[in-house]
């Protein structure tokens, strides 16, 4: 075992920058993958059926491409159409449009879960089927999709790592780094384990937190 405490502490600091990147990313991919996934997951129980046929195959194409295939993908690819974008702007592309494919599967499932009674009833009461989705149906929903949404920060954080490889200073490239010049493998990545656990732990014990005080409510 390569372990020496002092380059561990030594590399603390350059961890913890890549760190404040991989957070970035993953709060902008997961904010943006959010969105997607609300709004994919809509049309996907919609009464339009292109609408319908459009979600399901974004959510089927991004669920079967490796996130790693996406983000090569754009970085490579798009300055060949003459789109010119930096690294970071395509990394939460990728981790983005990766992430709402999830998520949309998951609020389709969330809206499918509540019974369609709920729906009916609603606009049996004059209800458009807008309104009596944002006001019946999602609120429900939100409780039962909020931990595999967690779950999915999760994985979308970790995930962040595959941005190494388009020179995107993270956490991951930041360990790489310190290991290739200092000739030590365990020391930085102990650091590099240890911020991505900071990192996912609040996240795990937010989820268990919503989940207790909505079961409670």
């Known amino acids: 075992m390569d372990f020496e405490w002092s380059l561990f502490v030594q ?16 709060l902008s991919g997961m904010s943006l993958g959010l969105i997607i996934g609300l709004f ?9 059926r292109a609408l319908r046929a459009l979600a399901l195959g974004y959510a089927t ?6 996130l790693l295939v996406t983000l090569l993908f754009l970085y490579y690819g798009m300055p060949s159409l003459g789109l010119l974008l930096e690294a970071k702007t395509v990394a939460i592309m990728a981790l983005a449009i990766t992430n709402g494919a999830y998520v949309t599967e ?3 499932a969330g809206i499918q879960s509540i019974d369609r009674g709920q729906m009916r009833a609603a606009r049996s009461l004059g209800m458009t089927w807008p309104l009596a989705m944002r006001r019946i149906i999602l609120p429900q929903a939100l409780r039962r ?4 949404i967690g779950n999915e920060a999760i994985t979308l954080l970790k995930n962040t790592a595959l941005v190494s490889v388009i020179a995107i200073p993270d956490l991951l490239r930041a360990g790489t780094d310190i290991m290739t010049w200092q000739a030590n ?3 930085p990545f102990a650091g590099v384990a240890l911020m991505y656990l900071l ?7 937010l989820v268990a937190r919503l989940e207790a ?4 409510a």
């Open 61 to 66: 194409f991004m669920r079967g491409v490796p």
């Open 40 to 48: 994919g997951g809509l049309a996907r129980v919609s009464g339009v």
């Open 145 to 148: 999709v909020l931990p595999p």
């Open 185 to 187: 493998t365990f020391s």
């Open 213 to 216: 005080r909505w079961r409670v």
């Open 11 to 26: 590399s603390l600091p350059a961890l913890a920058r890549g760190a404040a990147t991989t957070a970035e990313l993953a």
């Open 106 to 108: 998951i609020v389709r």
């Open 199 to 205: 990192m996912t732990l609040p996240l795990v014990f």
